[in-house]
């Protein structure tokens, strides 16, 4: 651990002559419009939607790649710097960016901690459930947060104004063009909460019982679910034996019909803890993150949480009234 964070700073140090390398070696022409680059999907899908063609908008997270153990190489660290905006979702989901931007030697750069004004919920690292724990307060002085803020639709509508405030700052010309933009965005997000409202208000069971790392307690927070995942926030938490066969009693005592996995992650641990309950499993997208096939096809985070809102229709028996 101590090599790899040594690697980390030197690469960090060594950035302006990276920089300056490149601009010595070839000289690039700067690409038309504000250069703008994001961490994690959801942001660069609601800059992209604030940004239209007067900005380009990158991701620096590759296709499929599980966000919560990446760490940027020295060539995103380059796009970084050549950016007139760098946008990250908070320091719980990428402790790294704080470390990032304190190495860039461009003065210009905007920087937005897209969660800075949201509501954080308190991190589990049992996996236990965890119903009705909103903590009411933000994330500043505070430990252990679960950084997946953007799946409650209330904190994605503020994380829109909060991106909006530096696509303004960055490109002070177009900010009208942009809050437009901004507007239409919320209006989406308060349709789409309102449909999950709807959707999710007459079920057979309220229990979202999930064979996989804690990344839905925002969404069962807001929809008054009783969210039970396998384990922790960290994607490679080791669950015990002792939760996961807690966790298959659960399944048999709620009258649950299935059990929920995570796309882009192995499904295999869910799908044996299924078997062994009886129960079918079905899919849902956390949105750190596309396949390489979604990206290319231009899939949006609403095609993504009107897919999950299906599934939890599904999965947890609701009817429309």
């Known amino acids: 651990m101590r090599i790899r964070n040594l690697i980390f700073t030197l690469t960090?140090?060594?950035l302006g002559m990276f920089t300056l390398w490149g601009c010595q070696k070839t000289e690039r022409k700067p690409a038309a419009g504000l250069q703008v680059v994001t961490t994690l999907f959801p942001l660069y899908d609601f800059a992209r939607s604030i940004a239209g063609e007067k900005a380009q908008v990158t991701m620096l997270l590759p296709p499929g790649v599980e966000p919560h153990t990446f760490e940027p190489?020295?060539?995103?660290?380059?796009?970084?710097?050549?950016?007139?905006l760098f946008i990250y979702t908070?320091?719980?989901?990428?402790?790294?960016a704080e470390t990032v931007v304190r190495g860039v030697d461009n003065k210009g750069l905007k920087v937005v901690n897209a969660g800075q004004r949201v509501r954080y919920r308190a991190a589990v690292s049992s996996g236990q459930g965890d119903h009705n724990r909103e903590k009411g307060h933000d994330q500043h002085g505070h430990k252990g947060q679960d950084p997946h803020i953007w799946l409650d639709f209330a904190n994605a509508a503020i994380m829109v104004d909060t991106i909006l405030d530096g696509f303004v700052a960055a490109d002070s010309a177009n900010a009208?063009?942009?809050?437009s933009n901004a507007e239409i965005l919320k209006s989406k997000l308060a349709s789409l909460d309102q449909s999950y409202r709807d959707?999710?208000?007459?079920?057979t069971t309220r229990k979202l019982l999930h064979g996989g790392h804690y990344t839905f307690g925002y969404l069962a927070n807001r929809y008054n679910l009783e969210y039970h995942a396998l384990s922790g926030v960290s994607s490679d938490s080791e669950p015990s034996a002792s939760r996961m066969v807690a966790l298959v009693g659960e399944i048999r005592s709620s009258g649950a019909r299935y059990l929920f996995a995570e796309e882009l992650l192995s499904p295999r641990l869910t799908e044996t803890?299924?078997?062994e309950a009886g129960v079918g499993v079905l899919m849902l997208h956390g949105a750190h993150n596309l396949s390489r096939d979604e990206l290319t096809k231009g899939t949006s985070f609403f095609d993504l949480m009107e897919r999950n809102l299906e599934r939890l229709r599904k999965g947890l028996g609701c009817t429309t009234k």
């Open 12 to 14: 960090i140090f060594s």
């Open 73 to 84: 190489k020295p060539e995103d660290m380059i796009r970084i710097n050549r950016a007139g």
């Open 90 to 96: 908070n320091p719980y989901m990428e402790p790294w």
């Open 176 to 179: 009208g063009f942009y809050r």
């Open 199 to 203: 959707s999710l208000a007459n079920c």
């Open 273 to 275: 803890l299924a078997k």
